[in-house]
């Protein structure tokens, strides 16, 4: 099996209707009330599948670690019942971009160091991934990610007539039994270089100054009075986080039914920058002023996990400043940092 | 073995009473709507007066649930009564808790208000500054939104029945808009006031595909300074350029948005608090 294939338009059809056959899929699904738009849902059929899209406003964590989950189900008798909630069902997600493949790699970092999370690896691996290539708009600016294939099992890359098929993984291979696919030929490959030459000079937004230096940058310098005009600005709705493919803090509620003797514990989004994020027993909150919340954003991204992974978290899709009704975008403040750092480094 | 379900808090089956001030009763209203789950809740205690619902009604109760605004001063004594005879007290949905729209009334003198809507027999009526019953006396509990957000009501009955306090989120809709995965209204071009208001009703408006007005009121800290910055600045990207040039709100009319549900205590933009150190 040669590692790039290509499968037509019409071939692509069959094969989802066939990855439906076999399993749940889920994928970027255009949204019914609001065309041009998608979002990750589960596919009930091959045409509501909407391979070409722009950037969805929650990334394709979802599919692994839903906004709201229920871990376990409750009984209060003596002893307690408690009965886990397992999710065992293998399932398929297609069409991720390459930022989010990144972001899908960093969180099985972050939930694998000790003390491990507990669900997120069992989800990760029921699953199969098929990446998808995609055309950046001006809050995209996905540096060293945007060429990824780590973390799918096959890769797609739009050409004339289809789509270029890269072969990543022996699963991805496995998948292929259920396609029609013909050999490429130099002209698709001729396509799909040329797809990613273009992606890669639309990529006009870019942070200017090595990850590394930026983390050296953040560590050094204090810029509160940065922190505290981006804060005027700021209305910590935490938009920033809930639509991030690497934030992964999280909040535990017990939920009781109305009975009052069963419930379930569920945990959902968490977001570092709500007032109460850093709230602890006793009442003290360690991060009570909003500019302390909007400089931690900053630190937990490029300074801290950093240190941590040797990478920054944060994989360029734009999804922060996209979402963030106050119009503060990641790249114009960390350039602006990277600037103020430079211009007191000359004064 | 299941538990009893008897509530140790107040030693028998509670005995709940459903009273409304200043409102449209609306909020009642949803409470019937809850249906089923309504039954469920009669498995735990008796309503004894509930003008809306029943004929019944008695002076005696443990749980009085409290609709509307305080805007006479017949309300304040009665609400002070209610108070006194309640073991706990629970404000239910927004006119009770933040004065809602009521408010409204409060940006002209008493006198104005009383000639313009009761003319000649204006005094008949010992109108005052329209306020939220924690204005007046303590509330043990309070629900949000216009109407009451069920979900909340039920978590709060569940709260007063396990013996637990309930404190409101103090989390912008935001946080449940991205939770549901709802598409941005901002990015369909539109207002919001999503960012400044408490959350707590699932995201409901914007989910049906309205924005949000902001019924369940400002959350501790919003930053109402911070939307008219958004909503006037001069360099934006293009999601909040489109919302800026296709609106074009002067800060009159941010003012006003805001002012449906939240103007109790009064407000200026030019005095929203900017920073919550």
Known sequence: MPTEVVMTSKAVDRFVTRLIEEGPVMGPRERRKQPGFAKFDWIESADE????????????????????????????????????????????????????????????????????????????????????????????????????????????????????????????????????????????????????????????????SSAGDFADILEEGTFEDLWREIAERCYSCGSCNTTCPTCFCFDINDEFDLGLTAGRRVRTWDSCQLQEFALVAGGHNFRRIRWQRVRHRWHRKFLYLYREFDHPYCTGCGRCSRACTADINIVDVSNEIIERARGSEQS | MARESAIPRFGHKPQVAFFDFACCEGCQLSVLQLEERLLEILEHVDVVTWREAMTEQSSE??????????????????????????????????????????????????????????????????????????????????????????????????????????????????????????????????????????????????????????????????????????????????????????????????????RIYNNWPEFTLEEAETDDD
């Open chain 2, 61 to 258: 109760y443990d749980i009085a649930f409290c609709e509307g605004s305080i805007t006479t001063e017949e309300d304040v004594e009665r609400i002070k009564d209610i108070r006194a005879e309640a073991a706990v007290l629970v404000t239910l949905g927004s006119c009770a808790s933040t004065s809602c729209h009521n408010e409204l009334k409060n940006q002209w003198s008493m006198d104005e208000v009383l000639d313009v809507v009761y003319g000649d027999d204006a005094g008949q009526i010992h109108t005052i500054a329209s306020r939220p019953i924690s204005a007046v006396v303590e509330v043990d509990y309070q629900t949000f939104g216009c109407p009451v957000s069920l979900p909340e009501f039920v978590k709060v009955v569940s709260a007063i029945l396990t013996g637990q306090s309930y404190e409101p989120p103090n989390e912008p809709v935001c946080v449940e808009c991205k939770r549901n995965d709802y598409l941005c209204v901002y990015e369909k071009g539109e207002v919001c006031l999503g960012p400044v208001t408490r959350c707590g009703c699932d995201a409901i408006c914007t989910g049906w595909g309205d924005a949000c007005q902001g019924c369940r009121g400002l959350m501790d800290s919003a930053n109402i300074g911070a939307m008219l910055k958004a909503l006037t600045r001069e360099e934006a990207h293009s999601i909040m350029r489109t919302v800026i040039d296709r609106h074009q709100l002067t800060e009159g009319e941010i003012a006003a948005k805001l």
């Open chain 1, 49 to 208: 599948l909407m391979l070409q899209y722009t950037t969805t406003t929650v990334p394709p964590k979802k599919a692994f670690f839903p906004p709201r989950q229920p871990l376990f189900e409750f009984e209060l008798t003596v002893p307690p019942k408690i009965t886990p909630l397992e999710e065992a069902t293998p399932f398929t997600l297609v069409g991720v971009h390459t930022c989010d493949l990144a972001g899908l790699n960093m969180l099985d970092d972050a939930y694998a160091k000790e003390p491990a999370e507990a669900v997120w690896p069992a989800a990760r691996a029921r699953a199969r991934i098929i990446g998808v290539d995609c055309m950046p708009d001006e809050y995209c600016f996905c540096f060293d990610t945007c060429a990824g294939r780590e973390g799918c099992d096959l890769f797609f890359t739009p050409i004339e007539h289809g789509y270029l098929v890269e072969v990543i993984t022996e699963a991805g291979e496995d998948m292929l039994r259920l396609s029609d696919v013909s050999r490429a030929r130099e002209d698709d490959l001729n396509d799909a270089r040329n797809f990613a030459a273009e992606k890669g000079q639309r990529i006009t937004a870019g942070i200017r």
